[in-house]
Every structure is written in structure tokens, then in C-alpha cells.
């Protein structure tokens, strides 16, 4: 102990230098609340937006709201492309890396898949009623399967694997839809049920009212 310094009983110790820590959030909302703003305005940039609904054309001529990269697509193949071309430094905001990533809308990702899904059903529906039936098929009566559910979730599983992955040294927003739940869910705990099931929360945040 220096000469002159005071015992203390306890022990103080100064922090050493720690590895940043990253968010990984979920934003949901009605649609109009400024959830896209809020983050362009608001989160470390730069930042990249993976657009799905073109909720970033407005914001785009707003002179307040700094410049951010945007790749405009529908498709979570698509989107984990991007988020490895982000991991690898391959992609950055002229040269850049990218402080935050923001999917607007994680909901439109999840009802393009549900769509790949039915769309999946109702072929195999047509095939079946070819082979063995009048070849008649409504699509509005053909039910989604387990291994249809199974190919819809796949490639969405791979996209929240990828950003959540420890490698993406930055911030993460997902946008989502708010969606009422109905008196039917809410008595028998529907979405917790379907997150349980599923491995993975349907991308619509659900709001009890």
C-alpha cells in the first residue's frame, strides 16, 4: 500500500476495457407511429435498412434524418445474403461499417413465406386431385401442413440465427406490425402456444386489449 493512502475494508476494483455490447430489439406498432424514423433519427449510424415495404421512400427526402443505406426486398434468402455481405465487411456505407441494421417490416418477411407456403399446399392439393380425383382444386379450402409450416419457418429460422449471431458487431431493430388479438386467443393463450410450437414468435407482435 503507498505510503499516506487509507485501508479500506472492502475492495474497490477499476472496470477493464469490455468487449460492446449490441441490442437486439423488436419495435411494433400501428402503421403510421414513426417507427422507421425513430430509429434512422434516433439509433448509431450508419445504419442499414433491409426495406420490405418501401417505408423508407419518405424518410429518404427528410433533410433532418442522415444519409442511411437502404436494400429494398421481400425475400429472407435475400436478407440473409445482405447480413453476411455486413459480417464479412463486404457491404458497408462507403466504407463505413454499419452500427445498425433494421429490418421494416419483419411482418412482410413472415406473409411472403406464409404465402410460399399455401402456394406449396395447393400444388400438392392439384397434383393429388390430378392422380386421384376430378383434378379440382379451391385454393381457399386446401389447409397448410406441418411440412409446409416447416418450409415456411426454414429460411426465417436462418435470418434470426444470422442476427443474432455474435459476429454482427452491431445494433439490430426489427419492425413489426401490431395485430389485435381476438377474445378467442386471448382465453386460450394463443400466442404463446404458437411461439411454443413453432420455435419462434409470429412476426406480428400481438397486442391484448
Not at 436494400?71 to 434468402?77: D, I, N, Q
Request: hydrophobic fraction near 35%; charge should be neutral; glycine fraction near 6%.
Amino acid at each position: 500500500m503507498p505510503k499516506g493512502e487509507m485501508k479500506l475494508g472492502y475492495t474497490a476494483e477499476v472496470s477493464e476495457d469490455k468487449t460492446p455490447l449490441y441490442m437486439r430489439l423488436l419495435m411494433y406498432g400501428e402503421s403510421g407511429t414513426g417507427k422507421t424514423e425513430t430509429v434512422l433519427r434516433e439509433f448509431p449510424g450508419p445504419i442499414l435498412v433491409i426495406d420490405t415495404e418501401s417505408g423508407t421512400d419518405v424518410a429518404r427526402r427528410k433533410t433532418a434524418i442522415p444519409p442511411f443505406t437502404v436494400v429494398k426486398t421481400k425475400s429472407c434468402a435475400v436478407a440473409s445474403e445482405v447480413i453476411a455481405d455486413v459480417k464479412s465487411g463486404k457491404l458497408t456505407q462507403n466504407g463505413v461499417p454499419f452500427k445498425t441494421i433494421c429490418i421494416d417490416q419483419i411482418s412482410t418477411l413472415y406473409s411472403v413465406r406464409q404465402m410460399a407456403g399455401h402456394e406449396r399446399a395447393v400444388r400438392r392439393a392439384t397434383k393429388n386431385a390430378q392422380k386421384y380425383g376430378d383434378g379440382n382444386v379451391n385454393a381457399d379450402d386446401v389447409n397448410v401442413e406441418q411440412l409446409d409450416w416447416n418450409a415456411i419457418k426454414r429460411p426465417l429460422i436462418k435470418l434470426y440465427d444470422d442476427l443474432i449471431d455474435g459476429k454482427l458487431n452491431c445494433h439490430v431493430v426489427l419492425l413489426a406490425h401490431e395485430k389485435e388479438l381476438s377474445e378467442n386467443d386471448k382465453k386460450n393463450n394463443t400466442a404463446k402456444k404458437r411461439a411454443d410450437s413453432d420455435g419462434i414468435f409470429l412476426a406480428d407482435a400481438e397486442k391484448s386489449t
